[in-house]
């Protein structure tokens, strides 16, 4: 039987996998991959809906999750950033929602059972990705009337119950609510996540992972880190972490918060540093790796891994770094 990812956590510090969208970007894909077999008929354009290649070029993704799992990752997140109707709405494939998560999940289930079934003294899991959506429930879209909302509390629930039943569906070990930018859409997501275990009398471990969007140190909707943490930290939590937005090094001071104060582990998977000038990602893996080892010698980090920019080989390279690290010690300062 797999070990549980709760007891590995103690014990290692575990590697999640890098950016799905710029190894999809490599393939250099056009309209009719994003159709083949499903949408072919479909009205609306659908290039760059990375979400649907799980269903029209299944292989491009499951040989993504192989190339991050051959790197050393433990953990692959599915490809399902955008998959809610909410955010499936602009192309008009709100009645796609349920495939595109279950075969996401059942994709990066298949792999990482391979490579389990192979190595069996490093197990995979795999972590249903659950997006922010296009919509934020704290702030007005409409500058001129500021109590508008372009989305309710409600919608979302109704929203993350779909994407979360199908993930579970699809044997997710784990889910991800990640790149939060709105603490209120997240909370919107725990409570999707939470009526649906109690419906399948099942419990599932959780992370969480927020943005902060500049080096103000706050997310998009004004909440500092602890503020973050203190948000979400009614619900039993496998880790609370920071992904996206800034690269490694700036990143570090908000996860000396989270090491100070979170009861849970700590996560994180920074971009590649920041954009250039094209929206390309210069950091080296190498360069990379040496600011996450900053993370590792202040025994900040529990889950460690990468996002915007980053390829399989920055998470080699931080994989093959993170063996010789004990993991953060779980509550060891909280209350100080």
């Not at 250099?28 to 979400?51: A, V, Y």
């Not at 503020?227 to 939590?237: E, G, K, T």
Request: a negative charge; aromatic letters at 6%.
């Amino acid at each position: 039987m797999k070990q549980d990812i709760k007891s590995i956590l103690k014990n290692r510090i575990l590697v999640l996998d890098g950016a799905m969208g710029t190894m999809i970007q490599r393939h250099k894909l056009e309209e009719e991959d994003f159709r083949k077999g499903w949408f072919e008929d479909h009205e609306s354009p659908l290039k760059g809906n990375n979400d649907l290649l799980s269903l029209t070029r299944p292989e491009i993704i499951k040989e993504i999750h192989s190339e991050y799992f051959v790197a050393g990752a433990d953990i692959a997140e599915t490809n399902t950033f955008s998959g809610t109707t909410i955010a499936q709405a602009d192309y008009s494939l709100e009645s796609a929602v349920y495939d595109i998560n279950f075969q996401s999940a059942k994709i990066a289930r298949e792999v990482a059972d391979e490579f389990t079934a192979c190595e069996p003294h490093k197990p995979r899991f795999v972590a249903g990705s659950i997006g922010p959506t296009n919509r934020t429930a704290s702030i007005s879209p409409d500058v001129n009337d500021p109590g508008f909302r372009g989305i309710t509390f409600n919608e979302l629930v109704t929203a993350y119950k779909q994407q979360t039943n199908a993930l579970m569906d699809g044997g997710v070990d784990l889910l991800l609510v990640e790149t939060v930018f709105d603490t209120l859409n997240a909370k919107a997501a725990l409570y999707a996540i939470d009526e649906v275990c109690d419906d399948r009398g099942v419990k599932i471990p959780i992370m969480v992972s927020g943005t902060i969007t500049d080096q103000s140190g706050r997310t998009l909707t004004g909440q500092t880190t602890d503020a973050f943490l203190i948000s979400v930290a009614h619900m039993d939590l496998l880790s609370i972490g920071l992904n996206c937005a800034l690269g490694a090094s700036m990143m570090r001071p908000y996860l000396q918060v989270l090491d100070k104060n979170s009861p849970f582990g700590v996560s994180a998977h920074p971009n590649a540093g920041l954009p250039n000038e094209f929206g390309e990602y210069d950091e080296t893996p190498e360069m990379m790796a040496q600011q996450i080892k900053e993370f590792l010698d202040e025994g900040l980090v529990n889950i460690i891994g990468g996002c915007c920019g980053t390829t399989p080989d920055h998470i080699s390279a931080i994989a093959d770094m993170v063996v010789n690290y004990s993991p953060r010690e779980i509550e060891k300062h909280v209350g100080e």
